[in-house]
């Protein structure tokens, strides 16, 4: 069993950043591939990004790659998402996941354990 708890959302202007941490309690955070999603209100649930549980791979949604970061450090039992030159459309509700089978899971489907969200709100 493994207990996620986001952190580090909140409400910035378009173009500003905020990081994301996600907290892993319970026993072998390493051995979890970690995702991102996001949902905002009215729309499905959208992958964001994803890490593997030795952080030597990563995959990014088109909407997120070359703006988002995600990053993990085991030791800490951590995974972030670094997000700059945010957009009011990136204002949603990010959970972060975690998977025990092998992948850069991008389906919801995938995932075993879930958070329970951190808002972000980005102002025009």
């Known amino acids: 069993q493994v207990q996620l708890v986001e952190s580090g959302g909140g409400l910035v202007q378009a173009g500003g950043s905020l990081r994301l941490s996600c907290v892993a309690s319970g026993r072998l955070f390493s051995s979890y591939d970690m995702g991102w999603f996001r949902q905002a209100p009215g729309k499905e649930r959208e992958f964001v990004a994803a890490?593997?549980?030795?952080?030597?791979?990563?995959n990014y949604a088109d909407s997120a790659r070359g703006r988002f970061t995600i990053s993990r450090d085991n030791a800490k039992n951590t995974v972030y998402l670094q997000m700059n030159s945010l957009k009011p459309e990136d204002t949603a509700v990010y959970c972060c996941a975690a998977a025990r089978a092998f992948g850069l899971h991008t389906t919801a489907s995938a995932y075993d354990y879930w958070g329970q969200g951190t808002q972000v709100t980005v102002s025009s």
């Open positions: 890490i593997s549980r030795t952080a030597n791979s990563n």
